[in-house]
């Protein structure tokens, strides 16, 4: 028991020198937080959207939620998302403040999501307007406008659902030999919903669409309380 005693003490040094990756055989490539951020509006709470840069590389122009990479520096995914939310948006992190942690989400291009919702509640009350987005000054670099909408919209309608079909194949290297119970004619095959949003002149689709509806079908009925 000693010889094993004395490995578990080296592998509880060895991981705790540094924080976990990704196996880069694993099925997820990316890993961001996104911050679903509350505001106050004329006609009750109001969720806060960016449309993308179109100066970025990945999906310019789409429409998204504040986020991004975790950095060595965040404590954890959350941390991560309001600094990622500060920075876009240009607002001090401490007028963000988190409310919890919602589904994550594993997107099929590899993508894994973490998302979190919060309330924009800064020191000064009297900045807490209906327009105080709209004097925000966000990073031009990767956001190229701001918007939000009253929750009460998406309580009123449903999205529009299109259906995305997802195969895989396995290449002629695929050692059929070593799993006889595989069909080496049957691919794997997968049906998923995309949801879409029109709010006005802005869709609202893909991974954002799909963590907004799961944040709708969680907590709608209790949101409408307040929207």
Same mark, same amino acid.
């Given at each position: 028991?000693?010889?094993? #005693?004395?490995?578990?003490?080296?592998?509880?040094?060895?991981? =705790?020198?540094?924080?976990?990756?990704?196996?880069?055989?694993?099925?997820?490539?990316?890993?961001?937080?996104?911050?679903?951020?509350?505001?106050?509006?004329?006609?009750?709470?109001?969720?806060?959207?960016?449309?993308?840069?179109?100066?970025?590389?990945?999906?310019?122009?789409?429409?998204?939620?504040?986020?991004?990479?975790?950095?060595? =520096?965040?404590?954890?995914?959350?941390?991560a998302a309001v600094r990622e939310a500060s920075e876009e948006l240009g607002v001090p992190y401490k007028d963000i403040q988190l409310c919890g942690t919602l589904d994550f989400f594993a997107a099929h291009n590899?993508?894994?999501?973490?998302?979190?919702?919060?309330?924009?509640?800064?020191?000064?009350? =009297?900045?807490?307007?209906?327009?105080?987005?709209?004097?925000?000054?966000?990073?031009?670099?990767?956001?190229?406008?701001?918007?939000?909408?009253?929750? =009460?919209?998406?309580? #009123?309608?449903?999205?529009?659902?299109?259906?995305? #079909?997802?195969?895989?194949?396995?290449?002629?290297?695929?050692?059929?030999?070593?799993?006889? #119970?595989?069909?080496?004619?049957?691919?794997?095959?997968?049906?998923?919903?995309?949801?879409?949003?029109?709010?006005?002149?802005?869709?609202?689709?893909?991974?954002?669409?799909?963590?907004?509806?799961?944040?709708?079908?969680?907590?709608?009925?209790?949101?409408?309380?307040?929207?």
């Amino acid at each position: 028991m000693n010889g094993l #005693h004395a490995m578990a003490a080296w592998i509880q040094q060895e991981t =705790s020198a540094r924080r976990p990756g990704l196996d880069q055989t694993g099925v997820v490539m990316r890993t961001a937080s996104v911050l679903l951020l509350l505001l106050p509006g004329k006609n009750g709470p109001e969720l806060l959207f960016e449309v993308r840069s179109g100066k970025l590389g990945w999906q310019p122009g789409d429409i998204c939620f504040p986020g991004g990479r975790r950095e060595s =520096s965040d404590r954890n995914y959350a941390a991560a998302a309001v600094r990622e939310a500060s920075e876009e948006l240009g607002v001090p992190y401490k007028d963000i403040q988190l409310c919890g942690t919602l589904d994550f989400f594993a997107a099929h291009n590899g993508f894994m999501v973490y998302p979190f919702v919060g309330i924009w509640n800064p020191e000064k009350i =009297s900045e807490a307007t209906d327009t105080g987005y709209r004097q925000w000054n966000y990073n031009r670099d990767e956001v190229a406008e701001l918007f939000a909408v009253p929750l =009460s919209w998406f309580l #009123h309608h449903e999205p529009r659902i299109g259906t995305a #079909h997802i195969q895989v194949t396995r290449k002629d290297d695929f050692p059929f030999e070593l799993v006889p #119970h595989l069909d080496p004619h049957k691919d794997f095959h997968q049906e998923y919903p995309i949801y879409f949003y029109q709010y006005g002149d802005k869709v609202i689709w893909g991974m954002t669409a799909a963590i907004l509806h799961s944040f709708l079908e969680r907590f709608g009925k209790g949101l409408a309380d307040f929207a």
